[in-house]
């Protein structure tokens, strides 16, 4: 586990009207780890992401990447500097290919998405291949030219998973992943942000409600409710917590009843 | 796809186009006519490149047509200067203008852009409309049509001559056209169609894109609309107005907006519909009407682009316009700090 702080929040405050949907959130995610937010519905964990990611920008509080300040600055300025991320709904371009969805993230980390001059031959096949090997990486090299408004849900996480990687990241956040999949699915993305952080060797920071997913994939867990930290540790303090398991996995265990 | 319906279809227009003197008069349609197709066609395709690739509704691209049509006529008029010189500084006047509003249309998306690009399309038909002194009010202005300015030759083009010449920049901009939006640039336009929340996570800062898109479209107006001028000798207001814009709107969608043809085939349409109709009956705005409704009904993504989509090689749809319909805080984002 490093030591270094590649992504920090700092007292991270965002109101809509009245609502506090996120009240002084800290938190510090150690380069090289997967880190989980976790809560339960309305807990705050997208505002707080979409915070982080430059979505909007918190009304109080700061946000540091990789020891600078990134607090308002605008949101694809921080995919320059090395952030990813997914939406709960995948944010992909469904009349496109999945090829084209890849290709543009990576046109855009070569500056070539600027140009009204076609790519050369080579540029071309150094693309073409950087495709392929995002696409391989999360298995849909298959559906390669198909309109990813035709694939499942689970699929079209992929393939924005894919596209969030198109621009090299150093810190990939992940806005419930698991969301809306079926059991199936669910493994193939867990195996997924594994190879994020095994394979890869990056940074994981991800939204989730589904706490058997976040015990055995983080290394470190933040409980927001209502807005709040509630606790902060190892799946195991987490899981030990008496706070948690009052707030949080009783809910769970009664809504399961 | 390399030799499909798209190269047919470009060949088969571009030789119907060169044979339009000799199959004009077949349909009592004088070239005039159809040499205003083509320019209105360039207006039209430049609302295009922002409805129809960009996303975005350009209610005020007249503004910039008669920009080029003012353009041109006021230097013919005060500074006598030739054909493609008057061409130039129409079009220069028109990518100026997009200049001085670009900036503020390029952080208004769906109804709030259109709605500010009628506002900026009023201001240049009001002065236009008012500056009476220099620009003859709403009278409009008279001026002689320059003869042509390539070296010795003080030749001034009529009839077919000039329909040829007009050709020739149209077969030009097409081409510059599909260039543009198969370019890389013209690619990530349509992912911000799409979805403009996700360009921006790609790092691309799409307000950029747009301000270019906005210059092109102003650009590719101002063209035709300083050749229409010179085609009229004259220019007036109204070429400036919002309904003109809407005229150009309306020509994108009904031949099938995000296409390459699409905005001659719905001008094609539109000006020769009204042409014809007009020479029968004060009431030919009924008649256009009934025939937009009775497209849109059976044609929903435009002619052309209903047929390319049952062909299966449409590369647009309309279908999720609806979502760019609103600012996304993902985009307002920027301009809080």
Redesign the interface.
Known sequence: MGSTLLLEAQEVSKYFGGVHACEGVSLGVREGTIHAVIGPNGAGKTTFF?AL?????PDRGRVFFDGEEIT?M????R??RGM??T?QTP??????TVH?NVA??V???AG????????SGEQQAVLERRVDELLGFVNLVRFKERPVAELSHGSQRLCEIA??L??EPRLVLLDEPMAGLAESETERIISVIRGLHDRLGLTVLFVEHNMRVVLGLAEMITVLDRGRILAEGTPSEIAANEAVRDAYLGKEVLERV | MRFGPTRLITVGVVILLALAPFLSPLIHVDISIVNEVLLFTLAAMSANLLLGYTGLPPFGNAAFFGLGTYGAGLSIKYFHVNFIEATLLGTAAALLGALVVGPFLVRRRGIYFGLLSIAFGQVFYFIAYRFTDVTGGEDGMNFARPYLGISNFHVTLHGSGFYYLTLVVFVASILAFK??V???????L??IR??E??????????N??VFVAILISATMAGLGGALFGMLNNFAWPLLMDWHQSGDFVLSVILGGSGTIWGPLLGSAIYVIGKDIISSYTNLWQIFIGALFVACVLGFPRGILGSILARFGTAP??NE?EEANWTQS??I???H??
């Open positions: 979409n990611s430059g979505f909007y920008y308002r605008p949101n694809w300025r995919i320059e990813g991320r939406f944010s992909i371009f469904p009349e496109l084209d543009l993230g046109r855009s980390k070539l998405a600027f140009r009204a001059r076609p790519p596209m969030s198109s621009t | 260039l543009l198969e370019s890389p640039f013209g690619r990530t349509v992912a799409q979805n929340v996700r360009v921006r996570y790609l790092g691309l800062d799409s950029r894109f647009l749809s999720s805080p993902a307002a984002a920027d809080h700090g």
